[in-house]
């Protein structure tokens, strides 16, 4: 089976950029995929948006897929439904129908247009949350909720003392782990808030961020370096480091948002919490004050890239057994 992968973006991205989508590719193609990532530049300007249209039927015309995955709904799964009659397959991730707190309201009006539109010519929907197919308006179509995998043999329990000897970090700290690639949507200001309350009980109490210029090689080694991951989010579709902090057995506070819930049901220790700084600092400190690994790794598998890889093939088995019917 040949599959064209649609990615937003540039090639020239960092290592960094998609890189969970492109793990679960290559997991993808450990299963027989013949794959192949088309980067579909996503400038809002018809001029541009035409010439990533040709690129995209000259990509296709080349590699003579039997489907076409895009990977995001607004302008990726829009050029792709409208630049060929093959097979359509949509991931929604999060941002694409959810609104974006750091977007203005009519780039968050354009980027669910587009999406939604989009599912008119789509021969399957994979949202990664339940939370997501529930803003589909679109409901006649098969729709699958299926979470992006987790590296598992990547993401795992090690030493914290020799994760901490690697990065230099001290033995006597409490460190909280913090996404913080947009602060206004991720919730900066909750966490710090929270983090100060913490520092009052425990001064060794400290936040450190991922500003998304970390090194994916670095992330699984500052994981088990850390006591505890925090999500503040406005919204989410289904974060991949909860996922990867489970799999790491780094227990995680988190406000209850896109699947958080469902992928720390049966994980301890680990703890959902409202948008208030003072219960969400009483949740971190119960933790902080005697830290220790989760039960979590075991429960990831479930969501290994070797797990989701199957469900998906089978998405692409069902698309193309009904498109030949």
């Given at each position: 089976m040949r599959v064209i992968y649609v990615l937003p973006g540039s090639s020239e991205g960092k290592e960094w950029s998609l890189v969970f989508v492109k793990r679960q590719i290559v997991s993808l193609e450990n299963l027989g995929i013949e794959a192949k990532i088309f980067y579909f530049h996503t400038r809002y300007s018809i001029v541009g948006f035409l010439q990533e249209i040709g690129r995209l039927r000259r990509a296709l015309r080349s590699f003579s897929p039997d489907l076409v995955h895009a990977q995001f709904g607004s302008l990726t799964a829009f050029g792709s439904a409208i630049s060929s009659t093959l097979p359509l397959v949509i991931s929604f991730r999060g941002s694409d129908l959810n609104p974006?707190?750091?977007?203005?309201?009519?780039?968050?009006?354009?980027?669910?247009?587009?999406?939604?539109?989009?599912?008119?010519?789509?021969?399957?929907?994979?949202?990664?949350?339940?939370?997501?197919?529930?803003?589909?308006?679109?409901?006649?179509?098969?729709i699958f909720v299926i979470p992006s995998g987790v590296d598992i043999s990547l993401f795992k329990p090690r030493?914290?003392?020799?994760?901490?000897?690697?990065?230099?970090?001290?033995?006597?700290?409490?460190?909280?782990?913090?996404?913080?690639?947009?602060?206004?949507?991720?919730?900066?200001?909750?966490?710090?808030?929270?983090?100060g309350i913490c520092r009052q009980h425990l001064p060794q109490a400290r936040l450190h961020l991922l500003d998304g210029k970390t090194s994916p090689r670095e992330i699984p080694i500052i994981m088990n370096a850390s006591?505890?991951?925090?999500?503040?989010?406005?919204?989410?579709?289904?974060?991949?480091i909860v996922k990867e902090a489970i799999a790491s057995s780094l227990p995680v506070v988190s406000v209850d948002v896109g699947d958080v819930r469902e992928r720390l049901e049966g994980v301890f220790p680990s703890q959902i919490t409202s948008r208030n700084p003072i219960e969400m600092a009483c949740a971190l400190l119960e933790i902080l004050k005697s830290p220790q690994s989760s039960n979590g790794h075991e429960r990831a598998k479930t969501i290994s890239l070797e797990a989701i890889a199957e469900k998906i093939v089978s998405v692409y088995n069902l698309v193309l057994m009904k498109n030949q019917g």
């Open positions: 974006a707190a750091s977007d203005s309201d009519i780039r968050n009006f354009l980027t669910q247009l587009l999406s939604q539109f989009s599912t008119i010519k789509a021969s399957a929907v994979i949202c990664v949350s339940n939370q997501l197919k529930d803003r589909l308006l679109l409901q006649k179509i098969p030493s914290k003392l020799e994760a901490r000897n690697l990065l230099g970090w001290s033995h006597d700290e409490r460190v909280v782990l913090f996404a913080n690639r947009d602060p206004v949507g991720k919730g900066f200001d909750l966490a710090k808030q929270a983090i006591d505890a991951l925090l999500l503040a989010s406005m919204s989410e579709g289904s974060p991949n």
